[in-house]
């Protein structure tokens, strides 16, 4: 049962790495200029480089011989245990990096915690991820900023892509007998208790570029938990997982 | 042939090219962590610099190529994750063959101290990332010619 959880838990932090990861690949080519395009194809990399450590783990823990490629390729939609804010639509070029930065904001918080995880396999990926993460977050952060405080066009367009975004921060705040399970083993933090610096971070930055952060506290849930998943996955998973399903076991 | 010491081993990587940089050795970049005999069986310890780097397998390949052509028959590659990659590894001889090869090199303040190319330091950031995970865009307003600079992590 223990060991299932902690199976839970892994799947959680590759899934979100993944799926946004992945969602962050397509950009590749289509920023709208080139110093842009080499920053998100980038980002995606240092995600997807952390997925591997992740499910890796994952496969390893669950002991039944399934791979970070198994996890990744091989699992359908109701499997995958990503927050819904990563597998959202990219949007516009100013909603992507609002994803990036709710995200990133988060996973700073969290890497910092997990680097002190009672189980030292957990600390490592978090001490080697925290570093990418830190960098990210340095930049989104200061995009959002600068979208924000903008043109009018520009501000705008973040603030729409904030109040499309921001009912889907609370999930990653939520928790349920899994985390209970972590926090006992002493492995990872309660969600919960990650939202005060969370808040501070997110409304430093976002009030400097003159945001307005929505007053609903109703949020959607569903992604970690495995519940039920955006349709936006099913779609997302089709492209991504595309040739091992046509060509299975195909390797180069 | 009798084992080679574990100082030849290092000597040896010292001479394997980094795939993407190849002005400097994989010893210089700092991520051989660990060379040790265990029987008759070599160990050799790798960190990733970035966890996506595309190089890291390309890395493992000429380790393992440059220790099979010296003769090592018996070689287990691992790779090391704590403590991360940090550029405070890089050799002192590393970081001068950056420079000289147009790349500046990391420096704590977290910016280039100087345009590789002609000195200067009337610098900008063009941006945070580069060609490769372990490097952003500068540009000198002295020479007005871009560099790259070895991101310090």
């Given at each position: 049962m223990a060991d299932n959880a902690l199976f839970q838990f892994l799947l959680r932090m590759g899934d979100n790495s993944l799926i946004l990861g992945h969602r962050v690949s397509e950009w590749c080519g289509h920023s709208p200029v080139l110093e842009e395009d080499i920053a998100l194809a980038n980002t995606a990399l240092d995600l997807i480089g952390q997925t591997q450590f992740w499910l890796g783990l994952a496969g390893e823990v669950e002991?039944?011989?399934?791979t970070a490629d198994d996890l990744a390729f091989l699992?359908?939609?109701?499997d995958y245990r990503n927050v819904l804010l990563c597998e959202l639509p990219n949007g516009d070029f100013g909603q992507t990096l609002m994803r990036q930065f709710l995200y990133d904001a988060w996973a700073s918080v969290m890497m910092g915690r997990l680097?002190?995880?009672?189980?030292e396999r957990v600390a490592a990926i978090a001490a080697k991820a925290s570093k990418e993460v830190a960098y990210h977050v340095e930049r989104s952060g200061d995009t959002v900023v600068g979208l924000g405080d903008g043109t009018e066009e520009s501000h705008a367009r973040m603030q729409a892509a904030l109040d499309y975004l921001w009912p889907y921060v609370g999930e990653m705040f939520d928790s349920d007998e899994v985390d209970a399970a972590m926090v006992k083993a002493g492995i990872?933090?309660?969600?919960?208790?990650?939202r005060e610096e969370y808040d501070a971070l997110v409304g430093k930055v976002l009030g400097q570029a003159t945001l307005t952060i929505p007053t609903d506290t109703f949020h959607h849930k569903g992604g970690r938990t495995g519940y039920m998943h955006t349709e936006h996955l099913g779609h997302l998973l089709c492209t991504m997982q595309w040739l091992q399903r046509a060509y299975p076991g195909a390797t180069w | 042939m009798g084992q080679p010491s574990v100082d030849t081993i290092w000597d040896w990587l010292d001479?394997?090219?980094?795939?993407?940089?190849?002005?400097?050795s994989l010893v210089d970049l700092g991520i051989i962590r660990d060379v040790k005999w265990e029987g008759d069986t070599l160990k050799v310890a790798v960190t990733p610099?970035?966890?996506?780097?595309?190089a890291t397998s390309v890395i493992n390949f000429d380790i393992e190529t440059a220790l099979r052509d010296r003769g090592i028959e018996k070689l287990t590659l691992t790779q090391q994750l704590s403590p991360p990659w940090t550029t405070?590894?890089?050799?002192n001889k590393g970081k001068a063959k950056l420079e000289e090869y147009g790349i500046a090199p990391p420096s704590p303040k977290g910016e280039?101290?100087?345009?590789?190319?002609?000195?200067?330091?009337?610098l900008e950031r063009?941006?945070?990332?580069?060609?490769?995970?372990?490097k952003a865009l500068w540009r000198c307003r002295d020479c007005l010619e871009p560099f790259d600079y070895f991101k310090c992590i």
């Amino acid at each position: 049962m223990a060991d299932n959880a902690l199976f839970q838990f892994l799947l959680r932090m590759g899934d979100n790495s993944l799926i946004l990861g992945h969602r962050v690949s397509e950009w590749c080519g289509h920023s709208p200029v080139l110093e842009e395009d080499i920053a998100l194809a980038n980002t995606a990399l240092d995600l997807i480089g952390q997925t591997q450590f992740w499910l890796g783990l994952a496969g390893e823990v669950e002991g039944k011989g399934r791979t970070a490629d198994d996890l990744a390729f091989l699992r359908d939609a109701w499997d995958y245990r990503n927050v819904l804010l990563c597998e959202l639509p990219n949007g516009d070029f100013g909603q992507t990096l609002m994803r990036q930065f709710l995200y990133d904001a988060w996973a700073s918080v969290m890497m910092g915690r997990l680097m002190t995880s009672s189980d030292e396999r957990v600390a490592a990926i978090a001490a080697k991820a925290s570093k990418e993460v830190a960098y990210h977050v340095e930049r989104s952060g200061d995009t959002v900023v600068g979208l924000g405080d903008g043109t009018e066009e520009s501000h705008a367009r973040m603030q729409a892509a904030l109040d499309y975004l921001w009912p889907y921060v609370g999930e990653m705040f939520d928790s349920d007998e899994v985390d209970a399970a972590m926090v006992k083993a002493g492995i990872a933090p309660d969600p919960a208790s990650l939202r005060e610096e969370y808040d501070a971070l997110v409304g430093k930055v976002l009030g400097q570029a003159t945001l307005t952060i929505p007053t609903d506290t109703f949020h959607h849930k569903g992604g970690r938990t495995g519940y039920m998943h955006t349709e936006h996955l099913g779609h997302l998973l089709c492209t991504m997982q595309w040739l091992q399903r046509a060509y299975p076991g195909a390797t180069w | 042939m009798g084992q080679p010491s574990v100082d030849t081993i290092w000597d040896w990587l010292d001479q394997v090219p980094d795939p993407e940089i190849p002005v400097i050795s994989l010893v210089d970049l700092g991520i051989i962590r660990d060379v040790k005999w265990e029987g008759d069986t070599l160990k050799v310890a790798v960190t990733p610099t970035y966890s996506g780097c595309p190089a890291t397998s390309v890395i493992n390949f000429d380790i393992e190529t440059a220790l099979r052509d010296r003769g090592i028959e018996k070689l287990t590659l691992t790779q090391q994750l704590s403590p991360p990659w940090t550029t405070d590894w890089l050799s002192n001889k590393g970081k001068a063959k950056l420079e000289e090869y147009g790349i500046a090199p990391p420096s704590p303040k977290g910016e280039p101290d100087r345009c590789p190319n002609c000195g200067g330091h009337n610098l900008e950031r063009t941006s945070q990332f580069g060609s490769t995970p372990c490097k952003a865009l500068w540009r000198c307003r002295d020479c007005l010619e871009p560099f790259d600079y070895f991101k310090c992590i």
